[in-house]
């Protein structure tokens, strides 16, 4: 009996271990460098100097290479997950800020803001396969779960282009409300999520037609309209919650993915741009630009329940399990 | 064989026009786009009589900033079929705005951009020939044509005077300098700058304790030195506002002055729609663009002219429509909402076609601080701090 509760509670520990070894990479645009965090404790373990102004941020799907768009470097870096040593570059054309990994991890889609391009890049062989000529500033790029679909939205076009994984072209466009700026396909690649800062929107747009299927507008009180600037998406794996930043209103909005009522507003910290889950969809982290910090939000509770410092500007965010 | 040789020949020549058929047809798919045709009216100025060597006079303010937006909804225009012409009218300096506008506007575009003085802003819009269409002022800051002399057909980008006035004294009263001492140049535009600060002191209850013309000599760059220190010997003040909106003295107000006090206004700490410094909220990416296109840093009448064409080709592609009725109808409606790199959407003001936005308040090397300041509230937006709100109004627009 003794032994039993004995073995629980270690397995229990055991288990939680497990659950927390992920580590949290955060991008710190003006520290040019990589903050790590480990999310149980609640503490920035280390920085990494990374390369000047780092922003976008992902992981290859087997969690062993870390890619860093260093945008004043005019190149997007690779680097090992483990020990942070630099691996390569790839040629991402000038000033990288947001890209996209397709779900194999072989291909990248860079959005090269100041020339209105889309370069698609080989990651084996490190070089630039094709550019694609999308509207004016593209920003938001994705790749649908089931690689049919790359995503740009361009900020000042106010449209996302629907680009053909197979043939590298556009093959249709949707129009959406102003300034466009991050894009997400729900688990199932059935619906295309994106956030108008400008317009203060969110627009679900069903991946069959291209056609616009819901808009959702977000009001926080005491908050004016035009501080609400939503930017960064994610969406749980069963389609059950969205999460969507809301900028400078420094709040997350936690969006109903079935019925698609706003459930509620949860305050992190100043100007919160980025998001990501934890990878048993527990937690989620924010990076938020200006109070130089990142939340931590239980997701069950749905409640914030940290803020760790990590440095200045934090920007983006990637979690390794 | 010469049937033979003659089957061949019309097969030729059907092969021929076949291919030219298909030719034609192309070329109609590719010309099938709805053309948006916009006319840019300015007239070359004299250069004026310089201040300093620093900063080079430019001829073509405007130009680049129309020339960009244009490119920018054809960017988009090639995903909605739609096409955006832009026609540059550069009257002499001896010429006339009003013929060419007769002449080779009217009729012909129902949108123009306008980059002329107020006067002849008001001439044009008062042709008859110009009463259908849709004037972008992007040019002037004066508050009468936003006011009294306002007209139905005009829309104005650039911040008001007023506007900019409202935007120094919410951050003269959130650094609580409250005592004003009022420098003003002697051209009319100089008092109608003194006038908006004069009306700002009282919409937010500052002390105007001196006011001063200065009438000493342009060329101060010899004499400013004991100029400044003699003409700002004043009752104790705060801050000195200068209205100087040619640059002929107020550059030799700072450091000079007999007590150190900061100098903002036309010079010092600006209130302007654009800045060098302004690098927030995308602005980095325009000004970048900008700079590779132009040779130069977008001035405050690109700004103004890259937003006029941009909100048309905005309406355009909303409307899906060229239409004078369509585009204006949208433009002025509630639902219009313009992306200026300024952080907060802009739209026009119903009651006097005052663009509404946010405005720089610059240093030259620093963006300071952006209007409206956190703290000034309004009932429908905090935007509507700056400037005539529709209860102040005295234009009488009607809202067809």
């Known amino acids: ?321 | 064989m010469i049937r033979s040789m003659r089957v061949y020949f019309s097969m030729l020549v059907r092969i021929i026009i076949i291919s030219q058929l298909v030719n034609v047809s192309w070329v109609y798919a590719k010309g099938n786009k709805q053309v948006v045709n916009i006319a840019y009216l300015t007239q070359q100025q004299k250069p004026p009589t310089i201040l300093s060597n620093l900063d080079p006079f430019i001829d073509n303010k405007g130009e680049p900033g129309a020339e960009l937006a244009i490119k920018d909804n054809d960017t988009t225009g090639q995903f909605t079929r739609q096409s955006f012409v832009l026609k540059k009218f550069v009257v002499p300096v001896e010429g006339s705005v009003v013929d060419i506008y007769t002449k080779s506007i009217a009729g012909k575009f129902d949108f123009v951009v306008l980059n002329l003085p107020a006067a002849q802003i008001l001439e044009v819009a008062d042709l008859p020939v110009a009463k259908q269409a849709m004037l972008f002022d992007v040019a002037t800051s004066d508050d009468g044509l936003r006011n009294a002399q306002c007209r139905n057909q005009v829309v104005h980008i650039l911040p008001s005077r007023a506007m900019r006035a409202d935007a120094l004294a919410q951050y003269m009263m959130k650094k609580r300098w409250k005592k004003w001492f009022l420098v003003v140049g002697t051209t009319p535009e100089d008092k109608l700058y003194a006038d908006a600060i004069k009306r700002a002191a009282k919409r937010f209850g500052m002390e105007l304790v001196a006011e001063k013309i200065w009438e000493h000599t342009y060329d101060a760059r010899r004499t400013a030195q004991s100029d400044v220190a003699v003409f700002t010997q004043v009752d104790d003040y705060d801050v000195l506002v200068v209205a100087d909106e040619q640059g002929q003295f107020g550059e030799y107000l700072d450091y000079r002055t007999w007590n150190p006090r900061p100098v903002i206004g036309t010079q010092g700490l600006v209130a302007t729609a654009w800045h060098r410094t302004h690098e927030q909220w995308g602005a980095v990416q325009i000004q970048n663009r900008f700079k590779e296109a132009a040779g130069r840093w977008m001035e405050e009448q690109d700004y103004a002219a890259y937003l006029a064409v941009r909100a048309i080709g905005e309406a355009a592609t909303r409307t899906k429509s060229n239409t004078l009725k369509d585009i204006k109808g949208y433009l002025l409606s509630e639902s219009f909402a313009l992306q200026g790199y300024k952080g907060v959407p802009l739209s026009f003001r119903s009651w006097d076609g005052q663009l509404r936005q946010p405005v720089l308040l610059a240093a030259p090397r620093s963006l300071v601080a952006v209007a409206p300041l956190e703290g000034f509230l309004h009932p429908k937006t905090e935007l509507d701090t700056l400037g005539y709100d529709q209860p102040e109004t005295l234009c009488k627009r009607s809202t067809e």
Do not use: C
């Not at chain 1, 190149?75 to 890209?99: C, N, Q, V, Y």
């Not at chain 1, 090269?112 to 550019?131: G, L």
């Not at chain 1, 991946?207 to 009001?219: L, S, V």
């Not at chain 1, 069950?300 to 979690?319: C, E, H, L, M």
């Open chain 1, 1 to 321: 009996m003794i032994k039993s509760r004995y073995l629980k509670v270690l397995l229990v520990s055991m288990l939680s271990g497990t659950a927390y070894a992920e580590s949290v990479f955060v991008t710190l645009e003006k520290d040019n460098a990589l903050g790590i965090v480990e999310p149980v404790e609640g503490k920035l373990i280390k920085t990494v100097p990374i390369g000047v102004r780092p922003r976008g941020i992902a992981l290859s799907p087997d969690n062993k290479v870390l890619y860093i768009a260093t945008s004043d470097e005019n190149t997007i870096k690779m680097f090992d997950a483990e020990t942070f040593k630099e691996l390569g570059k790839l040629p991402s054309g000038d000033d990288p800020e947001t890209f996209a990994l397709n779900p194999k991890g072989d291909r990248m889609y860079v959005s090269n803001e100041d020339d209105s391009m889309v370069t698609v890049i080989d990651i084996a062989r490190k070089k630039a396969v094709k550019q694609i000529k999308v509207g004016v500033e593209p920003e938001g790029i994705t790749v649908s779960p089931d690689n049919s679909w790359v995503i740009s939205a361009s900020e000042t076009t106010n449209m996302v282009h629907w680009i053909d994984t197979k043939t590298n072209a556009i093959a249709d466009n949707t129009l959406v409300d102003p300034r466009p700026r991050a894009v997400m396909f729900t688990a199932d690649s059935q619906q295309l999520w994106v956030t108008s800062e400008m317009a203060g929107t969110l627009t679900i747009i069903d991946a069959k037609t291209k056609q616009i299927t819901k808009n959702i507008n977000f009001a926080v009180q005491g908050v004016t309209p035009e501080k609400i600037q939503p930017v960064g998406i994610v969406i749980d794996k069963d389609r059950k919650r969205g999460y969507v930043a809301l900028g400078p209103a420094n709040r997350v909005a936690v969006v109903n993915a079935q019925t698609f009522e706003v459930e509620r507003y949860l305050l992190v910290g100043q100007r919160v741009w980025n998001l990501a889950f934890s990878p048993d969809q527990k937690r989620l982290y924010t990076t938020n630009g200006i109070s130089n910090d990142l939340s931590i939000i239980d997701l069950d509770s749905q409640t914030v329940t940290k803020s760790i410092g990590v440095g200045t500007y934090p920007w983006g965010v990637a979690v390794k399990p």
